[in-house]
């Protein structure tokens, strides 16, 4: 088990450009979780998967932000036009949900420059 | 105001300190308390897990809740060099989506 990865580790676009992110969660996790993250504070919330399906979205997600999980794998988030503020860390995590605890095991992060 | 609060730091301690990290909610129906630990510019590792109120030791960590106060901790003990990093704290309510603190920095001093 190699760990959540994602693609690209870093980003640098230009105001106006659109973006696609990658990321593989551990397989047979079923659960997969999109945050953003900017200097010098936590994680926020995005989105999040159970197999296929998208079950939340947060109010954060603009209508430039999609997100997919096609056949229940691997997950892409597409920013559409971006934005010199959607410049951040973006955080895949993955997890096995079940009865009880879930534990979510986060990937590197693809790090977003937007000039 | 944010759903959970915690300290920014940054925190300087001595190598061998107890370091003690903390944070406050307001969401009462939070159950599972999680402290992540994160190196400059990887993601998040996961070092402490608990479920409810009470404390949980792993190590020279010990991770604390109180529902009742609405306050979590993390306590360090014998802390190394190598524990410098940013602690976040993060919460839910019946699993699904963290709800993380800002994150405090800690460095700690040979």
């Known amino acids: 088990d190699t760990g959540v990865s994602q693609d690209p580790r870093h980003k640098i676009t230009k105001r106006g450009q659109n973006v696609t992110f990658r990321c593989d969660p551990i397989?047979?996790?079923?659960?997969l979780y999109w945050y953003r993250q900017t200097l010098g504070q936590g994680p926020e919330f995005l989105t999040y998967f159970q197999n296929e399906a998208q079950l939340e979205k947060s109010r954060l997600l603009s209508d430039r932000f999609s997100a997919e999980r096609p056949k229940g794998s691997f997950s892409t988030l597409e920013i559409q036009r971006t934005e010199q503020g959607d410049s951040a860390m973006y955080l895949c995590?993955?997890?096995?949900?079940?009865?009880?605890?879930?534990?979510?095991?986060f990937g590197p992060g693809t790090r977003l420059l937007v000039l | 105001q944010k759903e959970v609060e915690q300290d920014p730091g940054p925190l300087s301690v001595p190598e061998g300190a107890i370091v003690s990290l903390n944070c406050t909610y307001s969401?009462?129906?939070?159950?599972?308390f999680m402290w992540y630990r994160q190196y400059s510019r990887k993601g998040p590792e996961l070092l402490m897990y608990t479920y409810s109120s009470g404390n949980k030791e792993d190590g020279r960590f010990t991770a604390q809740v109180d529902k009742s106060s609405k306050y979590i901790s993390l306590f360090i003990r014998d802390s190394q060099p190598s524990d410098s990093a940013t602690y976040l704290c993060a919460m839910s309510n019946q699993g699904g989506k963290l709800i993380f603190g800002q994150g405090t920095e800690l460095s700690v001093k040979p």
């Open positions: 397989s047979e996790h079923n659960r």
């Open positions: 969401n009462s129906a939070f159950q599972y």
């Open positions: 995590a993955s997890s096995l949900a079940d009865r009880g605890l879930e534990t979510q095991y």
